[in-house]
């Protein structure tokens, strides 16, 4: 097990910066996600780090150890692909026995290694089959055993859960984090579902345009987003622009464009006038056919649209000028929907309002009333 620690790393594809002048400190252990839409440089921070890639500037350290030019092979690196790189004319054993045959490991602790690798990832009665014969998610545990059986110091993961049908993913997503969690190995994991990324992570990189965009645990990325791109990217979100209007030590007021008053929690050096991007959560706004006075913030509004999903339902609400995404749990036998076209009240506490930008020249340029998935 090892740390690893990145210093201004940059790659560049010739015009392209994939990896814009990146420093990370990945902790022993840890579980950490690279996270970001497609092209952000997430992938080619991955093989860089496995060695497939070469920095244009910067230094790679495992532990005390610079191993910015080591080849891969001298890396010690476990390493899963989303295709899994299986050898369809090898056995499930063989499989897993290949890296341990290239480094000349003897035949009896081969054997013991091999079978406990299987016995983790329970392919152990599969041992003498072929890929072919396997399901997607078998052939995901026979690469992962295949990656964990040379006793690896570092685990990357190229989006290996990306070939999996849903209730299969979700499940190896549980099996994959308790089996990381016991084996400690310094993981990292590429993705790009936000999902994924806040199940699985101790932390998470969000990237964009090959930089850190912001890096946290899950609920510091997810409640609390430092910019635009973050808060859009991970969940659904409600975009509100406004002006302040009047500040106290522990709230302030922000009033809309059309007219909408909003109320929220201080942030230290908040002056009126301020003009920023505020947001809150669609699961932290409550609907009601009548109003409900406890709430910090309350806003009449006609429900334009609804989508049914099982455990919750979303709703799109007209209210003033913009549109905003409601989701409600469906949490009774039989859960009371709100029709589309009805009055109602929208509600939330100024706890679930955060500033995303606050300045004094102009307001943000969001879009009145964007919702964003």
Not at 112 to 124: A, D, F, Q, T
Not at 140 to 163: F, H, K, N, S, T
Request: glycine letters at 8%; proline letters at 4%.
């Amino acid at each position: 097990m090892a740390g690893v620690i990145l210093e201004g790393i940059t790659k560049r594809f010739g015009s392209v910066v994939a990896v814009d002048n990146l420093t990370l400190k990945i902790g022993h252990g840890e579980f950490l996600f690279l996270l970001g839409p497609s092209g952000c440089g997430k992938t080619t921070l991955l093989r860089t780090i496995a060695g497939y890639e070469r920095p244009d500037s910067g230094r790679l350290f495992f532990d005390d150890r610079e191993s910015t030019h080591i080849h891969p092979s001298k890396r010690n690196i476990g390493m899963v692909f989303q295709n899994y790189a299986l050898f369809p004319h090898m056995s499930v054993y063989k499989n897993v026995e290949f890296g341990l045959r290239v480094r000349r490991v003897h035949k009896p602790e081969r054997r013991r290694r091999i079978m406990n690798s299987l016995e983790m990832v329970k392919l152990e009665d599969l041992a003498q089959r072929y890929p072919l014969q396997l399901s997607g998610g078998q052939q995901q545990r026979v690469a992962l055993a295949r990656a964990i059986v040379i006793d690896p110091d570092i685990l990357l993961l190229d989006e290996p859960l990306g070939a999996l049908d849903r209730k299969l993913r979700t499940d190896m997503q549980l099996e994959l984090k308790m089996l990381q969690k016991k084996l400690k190995i310094t993981t990292i994991f590429v993705t790009h579902d936000q999902e994924e990324a806040l199940t699985m992570a101790d932390r998470i990189v969000l990237m964009k345009d090959g930089r850190c965009e912001q890096l946290g645990s899950p609920l510091e990325i997810y409640e609390r987003p430092a910019t635009e791109f973050v808060a859009s990217f991970i969940g659904a979100i409600n975009f509100l622009a406004g002006t302040v209007v009047s500040v106290d030590p522990d709230v302030t007021e922000v009033r809309t464009p059309d007219g909408l008053r909003i109320i929220m929690d201080t942030v230290a050096g908040t002056v009126i006038g301020d003009r920023g991007t505020f947001v809150v959560r669609p699961e932290k706004l409550v609907l009601g056919r009548t109003m409900k006075p406890q709430y910090d913030n309350v806003m009449l509004g006609r429900i334009q649209n609804s989508l049914y999903m099982g455990d919750m339902t979303h709703y799109y609400i007209a209210v003033a000028d913009r549109k905003l995404l409601v989701v409600e749990q469906n949490l009774s036998v039989n859960p009371a929907l709100y029709e589309v076209g009805c009055e109602v009240f929208v509600h939330f506490d100024r706890r679930s309002v955060l500033a995303i930008s606050m300045h004094n020249d102009s307001i943000a340029s969001v879009e009145r009333g964007a919702v964003q998935a």
